[in-house]
């Protein structure tokens, strides 16, 4: 059984449409995107889903990062507008030792999905500066994309930019695995990959679950 779907800025309750109207309504944020969370370990099946879809990039590492799986996809949207944001999970070996993890999100402007997982109050990054040289870059679709870090509490490191004209967050755990993002990593969007991916999948991520 699937769990209810949540405000994708607050992780709180959200009232389902109803006859009066088709939208999703958090208490605290209005009318929002739902946001879907997965409990049961990813799967091929799973990843097809989520990309048949998805209206934003599903943002993958290829190749992988040595000793990284996949261990996790959700989304914001629903039925009637699909997924208007996507969260795909990794794991594997951080740079400095222990275990990294990375949560990619891409997403349209206002969803908020990728600043809470941030720790940001959001719903967006806000501007990126034009005066601040990028923080790192990654190709992102074949094209490269610069990325800037944004000031965050707690043990972890999040990047923002901007890719195939949606929000692109990359939020890892702890803080030192952001040098998995620095060290020339390639993106592709699963939409467009033209053949299935023999991906290696983990056990859930306690972040989406």
Known sequence: MRPEPVCPRCSGRLDAPSLRSSAWVCHEHGQVHPFHRRTLAPTS?????????????????????????????????????????????????????????????????????????????????????????????????????ALWNVEVDGDRVAYVGEALGFWLWAVLWPDTAGLVVQDNLALVDLRDTGHPLDLPFGAPSPRLT
Do not use: N, Y
């Open 45 to 145: 099946e799973s990843m097809e889903w989520l990309v048949a879809r998805a209206g934003v990039p599903v943002w993958l590492p290829w190749p992988l990062p040595a000793g990284w799986l996949v261990t996790g996809t959700a989304h914001a949207g629903d039925d009637r507008t699909g997924a208007r944001a996507t969260v795909v999970a990794l794991s594997g070996p951080a740079p400095l030792g222990g275990t990294g993890e990375l949560l990619l999100i891409a997403e349209e402007p206002g969803i908020g999905l990728g600043a809470r997982f941030a720790g940001l109050p959001g719903p967006d990054a806000g501007p990126l500066s034009e005066h601040t040289a990028p923080h790192a870059r990654v190709h992102a679709a074949g094209h490269p994309t």
